[in-house]
């Protein structure tokens, strides 16, 4: 069991480049004990971000812009102060559709 806080200020982060978003890592699954993992998405519009299915339960919160999340065959407009859980296995995607969005994903594991 991981018994140290973990702080991870605006601006610190582990940057990761994406074709569609740059995505920092705020808090990994080695600060939680594999439980969950935490990212910031910075994505401008564009195409929508490749489709998968992971091991894991999936949330989006919305801090500025709009998204539309694809779970399934259902699609989801969200806005700032908006949120979606995506249950494990659920074959999801985003498409921002504001100029640009910034939002929250948490990956949560079994």
């Known amino acids: 069991m991981t018994e140290s806080v973990h702080l991870s200020n605006a601006g610190s982060g582990v940057e990761h480049a ?3 978003a740059t995505v920092t890592v705020k ?5 939680t004990d594999g439980q969950y993992e935490l990212f910031e998405v910075d994505a401008a519009r564009g195409e929508p971000a490749p489709p998968r299915t ?3 339960s999936k949330a989006f919160y919305v801090l500025h812009g709009r998204i539309l999340v694809q779970a399934g065959d ?3 407009d969200l806005g700032p102060g908006s949120s979606i859980s995506i249950p494990v296995g659920t074959l999801n995607t985003f498409t921002v559709l504001t100029p640009a969005a910034k939002f929250l994903t948490v990956r949560a594991f079994s």
């Open 27 to 31: 808090i990994g699954a080695e600060h």
């Open 54 to 56: 992971e091991p894991c």
């Open 18 to 20: 994406a074709p569609d």
């Open 74 to 76: 259902q699609g989801y």
